[in-house]
């Protein structure tokens, strides 16, 4: 059922995906084609925040703030997975893997390896700072708009 918490939520959450995405692309070298990065990683904060934090409202702003954290890093975590398997796939068509069980390893070899490079302070900041922003907001429009 739409909720206006669930609207804000997930807007608040695409505003973040795009956000973190723009400053991730600050840690990787100028050679990285992006692509659809940011639309991509906007749509997953989007998704998250309507179907994760916009159901976890109306238990006070102490709480939203814990859901917001755990609604990013929730989105982060599919961010990491689904952009680690389209490298993989590009990868694995190109013949860098020998097989597919070395792909798949591979695909976890590049997870483990965004995520180093996502371990900078203003990365680990706007994570957490919108995150929990996200998670407040949702719950102030669940008092708002009852």
């Known amino acids: ?35 659809y990065f940011t639309p991509v990683s ?19 702003y102490q709480a939203a703030t814990g859901f917001g954290l755990r609604t990013m890093v929730q989105a982060v975590g599919l961010v990491v997975i689904v952009f680690s398997i389209y490298e993989a796939v590009k990868r694995s068509t190109k013949l860098r893997y020998d097989g597919p069980m070395e792909a798949v390893l591979g695909m976890f070899q590049l997870a483990l390896e965004y995520l180093g490079k996502m371990a900078t302070p203003p990365m680990i900041g706007t ?7 996200g998670g407040v907001a949702a719950e102030w429009a669940s008092r708002r708009w009852k």
């Open 42 to 60: 906007a749509g997953i904060g989007l998704l998250c925040g309507w179907g994760i934090m916009g159901g976890l409202v109306g238990h006070g």
């Open 1 to 35: 059922m739409p909720t206006a918490a669930k609207l804000v939520a997930a807007l608040a959450f695409a505003v973040l995906g795009c956000l973190a995405a723009e400053v991730f692309k600050g840690t990787m070298p100028e050679r990285t084609v992006w692509g």
């Open 127 to 133: 994570l957490l700072l919108g995150g929990i922003l």
